[in-house]
Nanobody, 122 residues
Framework: QVQLVESGGGLVQAGDSLRLSCAAS????????IGWFRQAPGMEREFVAA????????YYADSVKGRFTISRDNAKNTAYLQMNSLEPDDTAVYLCAAVVRFTRTPSLYDYWGQGTQVTVST
């Protein structure tokens, strides 16, 4: 079983940047595709970005394309989400998740972290 721990969230102003980290407990981290999702109060969990297990391919939601970058370092069992030009609509709890078979569908992910809060003020 993979345990995931997110960090790096916080309160920032519009236009600022944040870098989220997702640290995994297992050396088998490199066998999993990693996704970042976010959930705002009263909203469904939505896909933000994903990266394949080798890091060779990345995918983004249209709302973050060009502003966010997902990456991973398998030697450190860690994935990252660099968020630039943050907007108030980006405010949410951000969660990372791991899956064996690539998908953008949250319900199909196998393992989840607890999430980290990102708040963007105007």
């Amino acid at each position: 079983q993979v345990q995931l721990v997110e960090s790096g969230g916080g309160l920032v102003q519009a236009g600022d940047s944040l870098r989220l980290s997702c640290a995994a407990s297992e050396r088998t981290f490199s066998r999993y595709h990693i996704g970042w999702f976010r959930q705002a109060p009263g909203m469904e969990r939505e896909f933000v970005a994903a990266i394949t297990f080798t890091g060779g391919s990345t995918y983004y939601a249209d709302s973050v394309k060009g502003r966010f970058t997902i990456s991973r370092d398998n030697a450190k069992n860690t994935a990252y989400l660099q968020m630039n030009s943050l907007e108030p609509d980006d405010t949410a709890v951000y969660l990372c998740a791991a899956v064996v078979r690539f998908t953008r569908t949250p319900s199909l992910y196998d393992y989840w972290g607890q999430g980290t809060q990102v708040t963007v003020s105007t």
